[in-house]
């Protein structure tokens, strides 16, 4: 059996926004047995601020760029690597306010996952979200596999505010980390283990699809449906439910394929 990487997405600029501030990365490498063999990335401007679409743009292409050099990705270093690669995207933007006044104050959230050697890893800032999707079972489970770095989810974990309430609390705009701001970026890493052999997916999405679609409704949404067919119908459920802010979503589904039988 051989691994099957199959994946899709889409994005909108919702309902009310005039424009789209976010930005997504699909990238998977063409050469063979290369250290790096995927990476699935979203970034969403920070809205209210000059440059948010520059930042987040500029964040998704600095990530291919740094990631795709990569000679060598010792599996015992990826935390270390993930972390360097963050804090060279977070530099390339602080680089671009000092050349540009008129950005000053521009950021970006960025949540990726990476697959190098067959195994997944992650990185995260902000408040965009990695979701583990298991829909084989008889009872789907949809797991976040991230913390949302906002003052309402701080707020939650001092047990101020109930985890049902997160999503639609006014201080759930508010980051606390973001890629651009301060000297150093904060980074969350992830080791997620081996590429799953059995059918496993992946959601990455930025906060406008959790605004308005509630991630126990991600299973019935996408189960039986191709990974771009599932991205495009959860951003199409949310803008029928008026989209107050961008959405992004990528879906990543791994599974196993059939290797031809010599005759």
Request: hydrophobic residues 40%; charged residues 25%; glycine residues 8%.
């Amino acid at each position: 059996m051989a691994l099957k990487i199959e994946w899709g997405f889409h994005t909108d600029r919702g309902q009310v926004r005039s424009k789209n501030e976010d930005s997504c990365l699909t990238w998977y490498a063409t050469k063979s047995a290369p250290p790096i063999q995927a990476i699935f990335a979203v970034a969403d401007g920070m809205g209210g601020h000059p440059g948010g679409d520059q930042a987040s743009r500029l964040a998704v292409k600095g990530l291919e760029k740094i990631l795709t050099a990569c000679k060598i990705f010792p599996l015992g270093e990826a935390s270390a690597i993930i972390t360097q690669t963050f804090q060279e995207v977070h530099a390339m933007i602080r680089k671009g306010m000092e050349d540009d006044p008129k950005l000053s104050g521009m950021g970006t959230t960025l949540t990726a996952l990476i697959m190098a050697q067959d195994h997944l890893y992650a990185g995260h800032v902000g408040d965009s979200r990695l979701y583990a999707l298991n829909l084989i079972d008889t009872e789907p489970q949809v797991t976040c596999l991230t913390k949302d770095h906002t003052l309402a989810y701080e707020q939650m974990e001092a047990g101020v505010i109930d985890s049902e309430d997160l999503e639609t609390h006014p201080l759930s705009h508010v980051l606390t980390r973001s890629i651009g701001a301060g000297d150093v970026a904060r980074v969350d890493t992830m080791d997620l283990g081996p590429a799953p052999a059995e059918e496993r997916d992946y959601l990455i999405c930025s906060d406008g699809l959790i605004r308005v679609v509630h991630p126990r409704e991600f299973a019935g949404i996408v189960k039986g449906k191709s990974p771009e067919k599932a991205a495009r119908a959860l951003v199409n459920i949310a803008n029928e439910r008026g989209a107050p802010d961008n959405i992004t979503v990528i879906l990543v589904h791994f599974g196993t394929a059939v290797e031809p039988q010599k005759v």
